[in-house]
C-alpha cells in the first residue's frame, strides 16, 4: 500500500487549496518571510543529497547535457505555457480570478519542480515501494503541505493540482522498485539522488529569488544521469585507470 505516495499527494493538494482559499489571512510579514524558510529547507535538502555523489563527472555530463537538451526542447517555455493554460480553467473552477503573471507563472514551475523531480521524493517512493518504509515521504509531505501553502497565496489553486502528475511519478517508481532496484547499483542511486539534489538546491535560489536557474530545462539531466553514471563505472573509469 502506497501510504507514503498517497500522504505527500494529498498534502500538496490540501495545501494548495488551504493557501489558495484562505492566504489572503495570513499575515504579509509572514508571507514575505516563509519563502526565506522554505527556500533554505530546499537548499539544505538539496546538499544533503548532493554529499551522496559517488561519480563528479558522470553526474556534471548528465547535468550540463540535460540541461542543453531541455533548451532546445524549450521545456522551461512550455511548463510556464502549460501553468499559463491551466491557470485560468482551474481558477473558474473555483470562481477565482486566473493569472497569468509572469511572476506566478516562475512560482508555478519552481513548485512544479521542487515536488516532482525532487531526489528526496524519488527514492522515498523506491524505499517505500521496496520495504515499506515510508519516512522519508511522510517527512516530505510535512514540509510540502507548507511549501504549498506559501506557493498557493500567490499562484492559487493551481498549486493543488500538481499533486496528480507527482503522484502518477511517484506511484510509477513505487510499483516498479521491485524491478529497478536490483539493476541499480549503489553509485548510481547515489549519483541520481545528487543530481536531484542539485536541482532541489537551485530551486531553493529561485524560491528566495536570488537567480532564476532554468529548472524546468534542467529536467532531463535526472532521466540521463543513471545510464551516464553506469556507462562511468563500468566503461570510462576503467580506461582511464
Known amino acids: 500500500m502506497p501510504v507514503g505516495v498517497l500522504l505527500n499527494a494529498a498534502a500538496i493538494f490540501l495545501g494548495g487549496l488551504l493557501g489558495a482559499s484562505f492566504g489572503s489571512k495570513i499575515p504579509p510579514h509572514i508571507c514575505k518571510v516563509l519563502p526565506a524558510a522554505f527556500g533554505s529547507c530546499s537548499m539544505l ?17 548528465s547535468v550540463i547535457v540535460g540541461t542543453i537538451i531541455g533548451e532546445a526542447m524549450c521545456l522551461e517555455t512550455r511548463f510556464r505555457q502549460l501553468g499559463g493554460w491551466m491557470g485560468p480553467k482551474i481558477a473558474s473552477l473555483f470562481h477565482a ?3 497569468g503573471d ?33 519516512t ?16 498557493a497565496v500567490t499562484v492559487k489553486h493551481l498549486i493543488a ?39 532541489t ?3 531553493g535560489f529561485r524560491i528566495v529569488k536570488v537567480r532564476e536557474f532554468p529548472i524546468g530545462s534542467m529536467l532531463p539531466a535526472v532521466i540521463l544521469v543513471m545510464p551516464v553514471s553506469w556507462v562511468w563505472t563500468s566503461w570510462v573509469a576503467p580506461l582511464l585507470g
Open 45 to 61: 535538502m538539496g546538499i544533503s543529497n548532493i554529499i551522496k555523489m559517488q561519480t563528479m563527472p558522470a553526474v556534471v555530463l
Open 97 to 99: 480570478a486566473g493569472d
Open 102 to 134: 509572469e511572476g506566478v507563472l516562475t512560482d508555478f514551475v519552481s513548485a512544479l519542480v521542487l515536488f516532482c523531480a525532487s531526489g528526496t521524493g524519488i527514492f522515498g517512493a523506491l524505499q517505500s515501494g521496496l520495504n515499506g518504509d515510508h
Open 136 to 151: 522519508l515521504l511522510i517527512t516530505k509531505a510535512i514540509l510540502d503541505f507548507f511549501t504549498a501553502v506559501i506557493f
Open 161 to 199: 493540482f500538481i499533486c496528480f502528475p507527482q503522484l502518477l511519478i511517484m506511484l510509477a517508481l513505487f510499483f516498479s522498485a521491485k524491478l529497478l532496484m536490483p539493476v541499480i547499483s549503489d553509485s548510481m542511486l547515489n549519483d541520481f539522488m545528487a543530481c536531484g539534489g542539485i536541482l
Open 201 to 203: 538546491f537551485v530551486t
